[in-house]
């Protein structure tokens, strides 16, 4: 399986703007599904948003559709997530999952990333 590492994150006001990256190593990223999943405290982790591997389509959560946005650069082998607009409720720990297909749901994903911090401030 791919490994994933994280960059990014942060502390930001309400109203601003952060990416997150997702690199892989050990396997190419452009051969896998890849999704950001996120984690409140006392939450379970939910799907945000994935980039599938034939075609680059994309698809969001209801909740960030229009703010957030997911892009692939093939040559960093690295996946990113562009968050606008961020509220307080996108506090959240923020994972990347690689699956054979983009997974939607935790228990689909085979590998993770080691997860981020996003604290949205009013």
């Known amino acids: 399986q791919v490994q994933l590492v994280q960059s990014g994150g942060g502390l930001v006001q309400a109203g601003g703007s952060l990416r997150l990256s997702c690199t892989a190593s050990g396997g190419t990223i452009r051969s896998y599904g890849v999704s950001w999943f996120r984690q409140a405290p006392g939450e379970e982790r939910e799907f945000v948003g994935g980039i599938n591997w034939s075609d680059d389509g994309t698809y969001y959560a209801d909740s960030v ?3 957030f946005t997911i892009s692939r650069d093939n040559a ?7 968050m606008n607009n961020l509220k307080r ?4 720990v923020y994972y990347c999952a690689a699956g054979f297909c983009v997974p939607a749901l935790p228990e689909t994903a ?5 997860g981020t911090q996003v604290t949205v401030s009013s």
């Open 65 to 67: 559709k229009g703010r």
């Open 110 to 114: 085979g590998s993770w990333g080691q």
């Open 89 to 92: 409720e996108d506090t959240a």
């Open 76 to 82: 960093k082998n690295t996946i990113f997530l562009k």
